[in-house]
């Protein structure tokens, strides 16, 4: 939508997505409660482009990840992609559905199996719904290990043997295996270096120049969704709070909390550095078993009003594209 | 780069079997080779034998009464003056294929019951319950009301020695699974949470498959463990049930049976104590290093190492 390339059809389409996990308690294991790790959440992303999904840490950015995979069987609310709903598609039925749908983890050591070589981790996939000859699938495998920069001569060997960049290159390619239309990118860079980290996004941009990938991409590192993201979602506390593109997201950011993460970014210069002015908020997040009544940053928010605590605010487009959940905003 | 152009023009090559990978590492386990030596000598030994030892186990010879080692009689003969020999190739034969079928057995119905606890929630109460009740189950007792019970009809439907061992095999096979069932359960709770498996459901990989592809590779070692102290564990048992009188018939030789036999005059000769207990400790020992050695070469991170 902002950029040429990037087409106006929604692949992707998040309404009201709720996921709420039971606390039982006490000698008859009764439900006194529950998780909400992601409250009521929507979005929509467009073919082709690349979501950032930002938060702090347990702010259910990978529970959202995950619930619109149906890797969990959700509480509430409807998920569409591709033009089909999946919200509450029983899991047997949902198999036809999983090489539309792909995920790249976020620890490629824990995200592998151990006693299985590459060339089967990348063939699982291809087990499950592709039915190969022998010959084609290795074809098919060793083609992958290309796309992604992996020596062919490495399709033999187990995940122990692999440095973390390499062992999260074979996660990328298990996640292409298929031919995804849509890939749920669950902090694919946060386990590794730097340097590698580098490495894997410019990987994960060419993968998706070269197949029309979309993605969801989700991470706690600003710089890198700033790098890779056409539009950028902002978590807290299981809301998306503000939603824009990335321009407008990082240079007029409207929510009080995105102001505040977006302060937090370390400035590299020294002496711009003395100069920053950083919002500090105070206090600790609530707890999403018993988030705080109105909006759900009233506990920390320097701009609070009296309003924020009784009326909890409704998402709002105040400019074309740019989505703020904040009473500051509200014009009605 | 160098590399690049010899990889790209260098057919790659056939994936080697990864089986040979295995028993190259297995190689390696000095003690593994050892035992696996032994227990292919033992096993030989006790099917083979007798087609060159050809005394009859149950034949017996008067004038030979606890004779000591000759060269009619290498281990010496018994108070009845039967070959010890013989009795003892014979009772392996037993003893072996009861220990390994009654391992197999528990070790299958552990594993089942374990994974099925393990993985699927729903289950996990009523099965692990059901566990706890077996192993609650006062054993002597309850092996006494079985053998009584089930000894006769399967004497008649498949004649006195199968009957008996199809008996012999089930009763172990059922009272010793639990120690399994309860470690895999264990195991497949902490693995069921990997990242790897969530992967595999991502990609729409069925439960059932899940579990063969991913759950029960990586429990392999504890069920190693529990498979090779199984096969002690089913040895001695059924001797304890043969000197109990609920097993084999007091004439047909089996290494606990001999073992017991023998217990009266250990004073005397205690070479007849010595012998089949050095073959049950043996068998054991080796049973416990191919067991340890197969544990490492199964798992790719020791393996090359």
């Known amino acids: 939508m902002l950029d040429d390339t990037k087409s106006n059809k929604v692949l992707v389409e998040v309404r009201d997505l709720k996921m709420h996990f039971p606390i039982h308690a006490g000698v008859l294991r009764k439900r006194v409660g529950e998780v909400k790790a992601v409250d009521g959440i929507s979005f929509d992303i467009y073919e082709g482009e690349t979501l950032g999904l930002v938060g702090e840490s347990g702010c259910g950015k990978s529970t959202a990840g995950r619930a619109i995979l149906r890797l969990y069987d959700i509480t509430e609310g409807t998920i569409r992609i591709d033009g089909v709903e999946i919200g509450h598609t029983p899991q047997p039925d949902l198999r036809k559905m999983r090489p539309t749908m792909q995920m790249v983890f976020q620890d490629p050591q824990a995200s592998l199996n151990p006693r299985m070589s590459v060339a089967a981790i990348i063939g699982e996939p291809l087990d499950e719904h592709a039915r190969l000859s022998k010959a084609e699938k290795r074809e098919k495998v060793l083609s992958l290990m290309d796309a992604v920069g992996l020596n062919r001569d490495f399709a033999n060997r187990y995940p122990h043997e692999f440095s973390g960049g390499q062992r999260q290159r074979i996660g990328i390619a298990r996640a292409l295996a298929l031919n995804p239309k849509f890939i749920v990118c669950d902090e694919p860079i946060a386990a590794l270096d730097v340097s590698i980290q580098a490495q894997v996004v410019n990987l994960l941009e060419d993968l998706q120049e070269e197949f029309g990938l979309t993605y969801l991409f989700i991470s706690h590192d600003l710089s890198m969704v700033r790098h890779i993201a056409d539009r950028v979602a902002v978590m807290y506390l299981g809301r998306v709070v503000e939603l824009a593109s990335r321009e407008t997201l990082f240079a007029d950011p409207k929510h009080p909390y995105t102001q505040a993460l977006l302060s937090a970014v370390p400035e590299p210069d020294p002496w711009l550095e003395e100069k920053v002015e950083r919002i500090l908020l105070q206090g600790d997040v609530p707890s999403p078993s018993n988030p705080p009544k109105g909006c759900n940053f009233c506990t920390r928010c320097p701009q609070v009003m009296d309003i924020c605590r009784e009326i909890d605010p409704l998402g709002q487009e105040i400019a074309p594209g740019h989505q703020v959940t904040c009473h500051l905003y509200q014009t009605t | ?305």
Do not use: C
Request: charge should be positive.
């Open chain 2, 1 to 305: 780069m160098s590399d690049a152009t010899v990889t790209t023009t260098v057919k790659p090559k056939a994936p080697r079997n990864q089986w040979w990978d295995v028993w190259d590492q297995f190689k390696t386990h000095k003690g593994a080779m050892a035992g696996l030596i032994f227990f292919v000598f033992i096993v030989l030994a006790v099917y083979l034998g007798p087609f060159l030892w050809k005394i009859d186990p149950t034949y017996i010879d008067f004038r030979a009464r606890n004779q000591g080692p000759s060269l009619a009689h290498p281990f010496g003969a018994d108070q009845l003056g039967r070959d010890i020999l013989a009795r003892m190739l014979a009772g392996g034969q037993v003893s072996i294929s009861v220990g390994l079928t009654a391992m197999i057995l528990s070790l299958v119905l552990g594993t089942f019951v374990g994974v099925l606890a393990g993985y699927w929630k729903r289950l996990d109460g009523m099965l692990m319950r059901l566990t706890d009740l077996f192993l609650a189950l006062p054993l002597l007792p309850l092996l006494m009301v079985i053998i009584m019970l089930f000894r006769d009809p399967l004497r008649k439907m498949f004649g006195l020695e199968a009957g008996i061992f199809i008996l012999i095999v089930f009763v172990i096979g059922i009272t010793s699974w639990m120690q399994t069932a309860r470690i895999v359960r264990g195991d497949v709770l902490a693995l069921k949470e990997r990242e790897y498996v969530l992967a595999a459901r991502s990609i729409g990989t069925p439960s059932r498959r899940v579990v063969l592809r991913h759950i029960l590779p990586n429990i392999m070692s504890p069920i190693m463990v529990s498979a090779t102290l199984g096969i002690a564990n089913a040895i001695i048992t059924e001797s304890a049930l043969s000197f109990l009188g609920l097993g084999f018939p007091p004439d047909y030789p089996t290494w606990g049976r001999l073992l017991f036999d023998a217990k009266d005059m250990i004073q005397q000769y205690p070479e007849r104590v010595i012998w089949p207990g050095l073959a049950i400790s043996l068998t054991v020992l080796a049973v416990n290093y191919i067991g340890d050695g197969l544990r490492d070469a199964l798992d790719p991170r020791i393996r090359g190492r």
